[in-house]
């Protein structure tokens, strides 16, 4: 009775105060037709530490970091999280802090916010940010659905070197309301063929990844001039953040709305979640931004304070002025990143920067050196396309053996691609690392 501390008797007595004979009446409601008449088919049950084994014996047969090199980012990176993120994060007061619907209960959730929200504009180039949403794929979706509402345009245009996945998704949130989405194909150095671009009257958006997943380094500015000469919307999207520590940010090559994924900044990988989707655009475009703002404001007495300058769910507007029906701002996770961002500092994170390129270039240079081709040429952050001799297949899985991640094999999502590995590197692996991946693939 663990985890059900009832007794028949305290079952029995609930079930009296409120009219009902059995726990089957509580789903009178529900068709039998759609009711399970039948015991669930549950293995026999452990003691506790029959059940810590069983789940580590689960885990072992992942291949995680640190008992594996994974060279493998694809949207979700390794890198070092800073003691003070964690333990800051790890407080009572952020850890549990629910959406601050009232201000004067919540100022500190209401600043945390606010300073994330600060450091993602200017992170981004951009003049507002918000309070992050879900992830990167969902915060491109919305993107492309807040330059529908903007333009009154049906047609998307979205570069096929975006993110498989968040491109998936965005066909997901479009197709259903009959909005048509374009694909742009890639050229031979890995980036967007921009040349694809039509100057049909219906277009709302261009959307392009930088660096995309190929880990190509888009020239913004050129996309962003095209969108606009066809009065469409420019949205730039990301996988990897870390990189406009670096590059320039989207805003400063003219995009309208930059958005993507945050993980990086404090994150965990945690097999694919929780991520954090950062949401930023141009001012004049705030009001039909998704989710929340959190602005500064000045009380009665004269004092700084903060309050929810936006929130446009249906919650808080009526349904059909809602550009957002979000209910949560992932606030614990946007946290991470805002502590992540100032505990490095601007400086800090440009070194950090400068490490995963360096890094990654040193890897890239050492594959072809070793007579293997990249796929692309075009510059890269922290991930390249390598092309490995046919038959590799056996090899990948030897060195899986070996407790190393090879890269993804990019056939899954580019048949064309058959035989290129997209592989990554951030400032968690040492030069020995790169070393070693090198000598156990030309065994």
């Given at each position: 009775?663990?985890?059900?501390?009832?007794?028949?008797?305290?079952?029995?007595?609930?079930?009296?105060?409120?009219?009902?004979?059995?726990?089957?009446?509580?789903?009178?409601?529900?068709?039998?037709?759609?009711?399970?008449?039948?015991?669930?088919?549950?293995?026999?049950?452990?003691?506790?530490?029959?059940?810590?084994?069983?789940?580590?014996?689960?885990?072992?047969?992942?291949?995680?970091?640190?008992?594996?090199?994974?060279?493998?980012?694809?949207?979700?990176?390794?890198?070092?999280?800073?003691?003070?993120?964690?333990?800051?994060?790890?407080?009572?007061?952020?850890?549990?802090?629910?959406?601050?619907?009232?201000?004067?209960?919540?100022?500190?959730?209401?600043?945390?916010?606010?300073?994330?929200?600060?450091?993602?504009?200017?992170?981004?180039?951009?003049?507002?940010?918000?309070?992050?949403?879900?992830?990167?794929?969902?915060?491109?979706?919305?993107?492309?659905?807040?330059?529908?509402?903007?333009?009154?345009?049906?047609?998307?245009?979205?570069?096929?070197?975006?993110?498989?996945?968040?491109?998936?998704?965005?066909?997901?949130?479009?197709?259903?309301?009959?909005?048509?989405?374009?694909?742009?194909?890639?050229?031979?150095?890995?980036?967007?063929?921009?040349?694809?671009?039509?100057?049909?009257?219906?277009?709302?958006?261009?959307?392009?990844?930088?660096?995309?997943?190929?880990?190509?380094?888009?020239?913004?500015?050129?996309?962003?001039?095209?969108?606009?000469?066809?009065?469409?919307?420019?949205?730039?999207?990301?996988?990897?953040?870390?990189?406009?520590?670096?590059?320039?940010?989207?805003?400063?090559?003219?995009?309208?709305?930059?958005?993507?994924?945050?993980?990086?900044?404090?994150?965990?990988?945690?097999?694919?979640?929780?991520?954090?989707?950062?949401?930023?655009?141009?001012?004049?475009?705030?009001?039909?931004?998704?989710?929340?703002?959190?602005?500064?404001?000045?009380?009665?007495?004269?004092?700084?304070?903060?309050?929810?300058?936006?929130?446009?769910?249906?919650?808080?507007?009526?349904?059909?002025?809602?550009?957002?029906?979000?209910?949560?701002?992932?606030?614990?996770?946007?946290?991470?990143?805002?502590?992540?961002?100032?505990?490095?500092?601007?400086?800090?994170?440009?070194?950090?920067?400068?490490?995963?390129?360096?890094?990654?270039?040193?890897?890239?240079?050492?594959?072809?050196?070793?007579?293997?081709?990249?796929?692309?040429?075009?510059?890269?952050?922290?991930?390249?396309?390598?092309?490995?001799?046919?038959?590799?297949?056996?090899?990948?899985?030897?060195?899986?053996?070996?407790?190393?991640?090879?890269?993804?094999?990019?056939?899954?999502?580019?048949?064309?691609?058959?035989?290129?590995?997209?592989?990554?590197?951030?400032?968690?692996?040492?030069?020995?690392d790169l070393d070693a991946l090198i000598s156990e693939i030309m065994r």
């Amino acid at each position: 009775m663990r985890y059900l501390p009832h007794t028949p008797e305290d079952v029995a007595s609930m079930l009296s105060d409120i009219g009902a004979d059995a726990i089957e009446d509580l789903f009178s409601a529900i068709p039998p037709d759609c009711r399970r008449d039948e015991d669930l088919r549950l293995p026999e049950p452990l003691t506790e530490w029959e059940l810590n084994g069983r789940i580590a014996s689960m885990a072992r047969q992942a291949a995680t970091s640190p008992d594996y090199r994974v060279y493998m980012g694809a949207g979700s990176y390794e890198h070092y999280v800073p003691a003070s993120v964690s333990h800051l994060l790890g407080r009572s007061e952020f850890s549990t802090a629910y959406t601050p619907y009232q201000p004067e209960m919540g100022q500190g959730t209401l600043q945390a916010i606010y300073e994330y929200q600060t450091l993602t504009a200017r992170l981004l180039g951009m003049e507002v940010a918000n309070a992050s949403l879900y992830d990167g794929a969902s915060a491109l979706a919305e993107a492309i659905l807040m330059a529908i509402r903007i333009t009154h345009r049906k047609r998307i245009a979205l570069s096929r070197a975006v993110h498989p996945l968040y491109r998936r998704v965005v066909r997901t949130y479009l197709e259903p309301g009959g909005y048509a989405v374009t694909e742009l194909p890639y050229r031979e150095d890995g980036r967007t063929d921009l040349a694809r671009l039509s100057d049909s009257d219906d277009l709302a958006a261009v959307a392009v990844q930088s660096p995309n997943f190929f880990g190509c380094i888009e020239d913004l500015k050129t996309a962003a001039d095209k969108a606009h000469e066809a009065n469409a919307l420019f949205v730039t999207c990301f996988s990897e953040p870390l990189a406009y520590c670096l590059l320039k940010s989207p805003g400063s090559q003219g995009a309208d709305i930059a958005c993507g994924e945050g993980q990086s900044f404090g994150i965990a990988p945690s097999f694919g979640g929780p991520g954090l989707g950062m949401f930023a655009c141009k001012m004049k475009y705030v009001r039909n931004m998704p989710g929340r703002l959190v602005g500064q404001a000045v009380d009665a007495d004269g004092r700084r304070g903060f309050v929810l300058t936006l929130a446009t769910r249906e919650q808080h507007i009526r349904r059909e002025k809602a550009t957002s029906n979000i209910c949560t701002n992932n606030s614990l996770c946007a946290l991470a990143a805002a502590m992540f961002m100032a505990s490095a500092g601007s400086t800090g994170m440009r070194e950090l920067a400068c490490l995963n390129r360096d890094k990654a270039e040193y890897l890239k240079n050492r594959l072809a050196g070793a007579g293997f081709r990249m796929a692309f040429p075009s510059p890269t952050f922290n991930e390249f396309v390598v092309e490995f001799p046919p038959g590799f297949d056996a090899g990948y899985k030897r060195l899986l053996e070996r407790k190393i991640v090879a890269g993804l094999p990019l056939g899954r999502y580019y048949p064309e691609l058959q035989g290129r590995y997209l592989l990554c590197v951030t400032e968690t692996k040492s030069r020995t690392d790169l070393d070693a991946l090198i000598s156990e693939i030309m065994r």
